[in-house]
């Protein structure tokens, strides 16, 4: 494949609002069919539970929001597998809205996308692992087909 010889601009606002779909996406397939018993599933050598993972990557899509508004960062307590779960979404959406109204400039968004967007999608990623440890594999699916 050839490269363009003319530099394309890149719309930062929908990069990370599709990374922000595709994250949503990816955690609605992770934790799809779970019960509340997924949620303290213990993998052992001090691999954190799915709902202590739950929980962090919310806390990360908090801080995300908080770093976009410049505001302060807020603590967030462990909820329940489900509760935490709606939290999630709801927190995405904060994200989403705080990228429409507060456009972060470009040494923010390297931040945020080399340190809490990329952890999330790793987090992700180990729901992903911690289901197929605990008996309840995720079918086969390609993200690169999934409508976002």
Request: hydrophobic share 40%; aromatic share 8%; with cysteine.
């Amino acid at each position: 494949m050839e490269k363009n010889s003319q530099p394309q601009d890149i719309n930062v606002e929908k990069l990370l609002l599709h990374w922000l779909g595709a994250m949503k996406f990816r955690f609605t397939v992770a934790i799809s069919g779970t019960t509340s018993n997924f949620a303290s599933f213990d993998a052992g050598y001090g691999v954190r539970t799915p709902i202590e993972i739950v929980c962090h990557i919310s806390q990360l899509l908090q801080n995300c929001c908080s770093t976009i508004a410049g505001s302060p960062r807020v603590r967030l307590e462990s909820k329940g597998w489900y509760e935490g779960a709606a939290r999630f979404y709801e927190i995405v959406e904060q994200l989403d809205q705080s990228i429409l109204q507060f456009i972060p400039d470009q040494t923010v968004v390297e931040n945020l996308v080399q340190g809490p967007l990329v952890d999330v999608t790793s987090h992700i990623g180990q729901l992903t692992l911690l289901r197929r440890l605990a008996g309840s594999p995720v079918a086969y699916i390609n993200y690169s087909q999934a409508t976002i």
